[in-house]
């Protein structure tokens, strides 16, 4: 019964394993990208502010269409007015008219002729469409931005696991060897503890490791608008990068045409400028047209009896031409001109702050370059002591601490070269930002 027990606990525990195996989504940094554009949602808050922004473009053109509108009335007079006519004897006559009830319905309708304000209101529109499509883009071009940063970052943490859990192998090895010796006789217990120091030591960088993956994922799944239980798993390594990022820096485009900080300036300006039109254009006369068509009958007595109906319908034209309004249009027309006059210094600024923000990232990107090819070399060169370390340990030709100083070297060298290619993509990826000039967003 206990054999049985531990059989089905067992096969338990390996069909957890096994079900928590399957559960875990492998993910390439092409696919992180493509899931945060469809499911993250501060870019679904965006599209639907363009729709909604859209609805507003024909809410305005709505008003160029012909208005009609229904109505009805009806009055019960409590009291018949009473008018005084001259009978032309000398004498005054008090004639009612009216009846008691009173009753009106029928349709108007309203066109525009001639509007200037409203036509140039709609190209306001036209040009808000184009702004929230702009704003749209950048918060596309930020979170490709975010994810890749957080991506790399999570490549950064698994390479770095991975190094110190190698080292730390080799330590528990060495460790391992001693214990052995100091059974035998040929170790001291000084080595033995020396030896488990340098594994313990290393722990404590294994548990931190791990954390910061944890946090990075969940940093990742969050701009993916993932579910945070679900577990991912990386694809790719650092290394793989190494192959392909240089043609792409040698490829690269340091143009600000597609920088969306400035498309965002140049469109508000534009707005402004339009606002400008808008606010001359009140000065034009307005044209419209009129009619309608109406139904009224009067009746005495029962309000539900004697109807007697007349219809009776009109048509006509009216003008309207500003005079005077106290200067508000001339005020509204110079507020806009020194807004229109900012943005162009703000946008001369910005542009000089460009390509300070690019000139530092090619910087960054350059150093990097420099940096990995530096480190390769000094990895190849630990990995190289290490080896000639161990055999001399192994002959007894050089000391356990010796041996450790070369193990931490080689592992510090492999640390170095990762964080220089992720310090290189994470520039890379800052100045594509900057730039607005990834495939991802167009």
């Known amino acids: 019964m206990k054999l049985k027990k531990l059989f089905i606990s067992a ?3 390996t069909a957890a394993a096994t079900a928590g195996a399957q559960n875990v989504i ?30 507003a473009r024909k809410e305005t053109l709505g008003q160029l269409f012909p208005q009609i509108t229904a109505s009805g009335q009806y009055t019960r007079n409590l009291a018949i007015q ?36 409203l036509w140039r209101s709609i190209k306001l529109n036209d040009n808000q469409i184009l702004q929230n499509l702009e704003k749209a883009r950048a918060t596309k071009l930020d979170l490709v931005n975010q994810v890749k940063n957080a991506y790399y970052a999570l490549l950064l943490a698994n390479d770095s696991k991975r190094v110190i859990e190698a080292n730390h192998a080799t330590a528990q090895n060495h460790a391992a060897i001693y214990q052995k010796q100091y059974e035998l006789g040929t170790a001291s217990e000084y080595d033995v503890l020396r030896a488990n120091v340098a594994v313990t030591n290393l722990e404590p960088s294994i548990l931190e490791a791990e954390n910061t993956i944890k946090q990075l994922e969940l940093q990742l799944k969050l701009l993916m608008g993932m579910d945070v239980r679900q577990e991912i798993e990386p694809t790719e390594t650092l290394e793989q990068y190494k192959s392909t990022m240089y043609g792409r820096y040698l490829a690269t ?19 402004l400028k339009k606002v400008v039109d808008v606010q001359r254009a009140a000065w034009i006369p307005t044209l419209s047209g009129t009619g309608n068509l109406m139904w009224n009958s009067m009746s005495m007595g029962n309000p539900l009896k004697n109807f007697q109906w007349t219809k009776s319908s009109a048509v006509g034209l009216t003008l309207s031409f500003p005079i005077f309004t106290g200067f508000q249009r001339i005020n509204r ?20 702050s460009l390509h300070v923000q690019v000139q530092s990232q090619m910087d960054n990107i350059n150093k990097s370059i420099r940096q990995i090819e530096s480190n390769e070399g000094g990895v190849r060169q630990a990995e190289k002591a290490s080896d000639i370390m161990q055999k001399s340990f192994q002959i007894g030709a050089a000391s356990f601490i010796q041996l450790r100083d070369t193990d931490d070297a080689l592992m510090s060298a492999r640390l ?7 310090n290189y993509l994470v520039a890379e990826s800052n100045l594509e930002n900057v730039l607005g000039n990834t495939h991802y967003v167009n």
Do not use: H
Request: aromatic fraction near 8%; charged fraction near 25%.
């Open 333 to 352: 027309i110079k507020q806009a001109e020194i807004q229109a006059n900012e943005m162009r210094w703000q946008r001369e600024n910005l542009e000089r």
């Open 253 to 271: 485009d340091t143009s600000l045409v597609k920088n969306t900080s400035l498309k965002t300036l140049d469109l508000q300006t534009d707005y």
């Open 416 to 422: 170095s070269y990762y964080q220089a290619i992720y």
């Open 82 to 117: 009473t008018i005084y006519m001259d009978a032309g004897d000398g004498e005054t006559r008090a004639i009612k008219m009216g009846r008691d009830n009173t009753y009106a319905a029928g349709f108007s309708a309203s066109v525009p002729i001639v509007m200037p304000t």
């Open 11 to 13: 096969v338990l525990v």
């Open 26 to 55: 492998p993910l390439s940094l092409d696919q992180c990208i493509r899931i945060a554009l469809n499911d993250n949602p501060t870019v679904k808050v965006d599209s639907m502010e363009i729709e909604r922004v859209d609805y």
